[in-house]
């Protein structure tokens, strides 16, 4: 039996699928090349039946273990304990989006889960739903130091990954929480937290209800009665979809 004949099979499929991986290579090649971390969008390293196959979790799973973990795009990487890279259903119509992690959710890895976190949830409860029933995200992915406000620079780096996250869930409804994710999600020019928090917004076609940050509402707890108000809209409206 020829040797070489009975390789060949083998030797087409091969090139078969380094020909219909081009991009990969090539991001593989100028990473290895800069010196960098791999940290461009899962959705590079798939293709179009690939992306259709492949679950939601583990979509995000893959996003999170390629592109996340080792990204050091800015310097919150160099004191961080741990990404809070999201949590919640894949398949959840309703993700809330905050700012970023503080002292308890670096800690942990996990998005709320201090004081704020502790409201959010009974928020979420609240509307008659869990905190697994929905997706809850941040802006940032490490916590900036001393809870300060992200940076503009710390948000640019950072929100190429939130809006994968939001590419692969398909909410129905985002509900920003306070100023920053509002302000990504909707623009800067709409106007401040209180004056847009309960409107109705859209972002790629699906629609964004801002309201307070539930660290907002620890210190000002009069205005838990407008995010009660905001929230049974956006119960309507979940219902109903």
């Not at 020829?2 to 078969?16: F, V």
């Not at 795009?73 to 259903?89: A, Y």
């Not at 989006?97 to 942990?108: C, L, M, W």
């Not at 709320?112 to 949830?121: I, K, S």
């Amino acid at each position: 039996m020829d040797s070489g004949a009975g390789l060949k099979p083998l030797l087409d499929d091969i090139k078969s699928f380094i020909a219909g991986r081009k991009e990969y290579f090539s991001v593989l090649s100028a990473a290895a090349s800069a010196n960098e971390p791999l940290v461009s969008g899962s959705e590079i390293f798939m293709d179009n039946e690939s992306k259709n196959e492949a679950s939601k979790s583990s979509r995000l799973k893959f996003l999170k273990d390629i592109s996340v973990n080792e990204c050091i795009k800015c310097g919150l990487s160099v004191g961080r304990k741990n990404i809070v890279f999201g949590e919640g259903s894949p398949e959840s119509r309703l993700m809330f989006i905050g700012e970023g992690p503080g002292a308890e959710e670096d800690n942990t890895g996990r998005p709320f889960v201090g004081r704020a976190g502790q409201l959010l949830t009974k928020i979420i409860e609240s509307i008659n739903l869990k905190r697994e029933d929905v997706y809850i995200a941040n802006i940032v992915k490490c916590r900036p130091p001393e809870n300060r406000n992200p940076s503009g620079d710390e948000i640019e780096a950072c929100t190429p990954f939130l809006k994968e996250q939001i590419d692969i869930i398909k909410p129905e409804i985002i509900c920003t929480l306070g100023k920053f994710s509002t302000e990504f999600i909707i623009g800067p020019d709409k106007g401040s937290i209180s004056a847009v928090r309960g409107k109705e917004f859209s972002y790629g076609g699906i629609t964004v209800i801002p309201t307070y940050h539930p660290s907002y509402l620890l210190r000002n707890p009069a205005a838990k009665r407008d995010t009660w108000e905001d929230m049974k809209k956006i119960r309507d409206m979940y219902l109903k979809s």
